[in-house]
């Protein structure tokens, strides 16, 4: 079974800054592009970057510049560090993954959420 598991996340003032890590565990063969999207109340979930096997990076015009992701292969974990952040950068952030198992062809998962909340 597999399991994308969330850390980081909070609460934070503007201009600050949170790391956000995703660890994907379980009968992993193949991950393919791992991301990070992010959703408020009321409106669809949107991407904020994703990070394919090799290494190529896709970044939402809302984040770029302040964001970075980022993914260590060998950990099967994928970061997304936040500078600067903006009171509109609040919601919950989810990962994501393309995964194959043993079992299973490539699909894709999503970790649990996590709150980020930035304001003074």
């Known amino acids: 079974q597999v399991r994308l598991v969330q850390s980081g996340g909070g609460l934070v003032q503007p201009g600050e800054s949170l790391r956000l890590s995703c660890a994907a565990t379980g009968d992993i063969v193949m991950i393919n592009t791992m991301g990070w999207y992010r959703q408020v109340p009321g409106k669809e979930r949107e991407l904020v970057a994703n990070?394919?096997?090799?290494?190529?990076?896709n970044y939402a015009d809302s984040v770029k510049g302040r964001c970075t992701i980022s993914r260590d292969n060998a950990k099967k974990t994928v970061y997304l560090q936040m500078n600067s952040l903006k009171p509109e950068d609040t919601a919950v952030y989810y990962c994501?993954?393309?995964?194959?198992?043993?079992?299973?062809?490539?699909?894709?998962?999503w970790g649990q959420g996590t709150q980020v909340t930035v304001s003074s």
């Open positions: 990070i394919t096997s090799g290494g190529r990076t």
């Open positions: 994501q993954s393309d995964i194959a198992t043993s079992f299973v062809a490539m699909t894709d998962y």
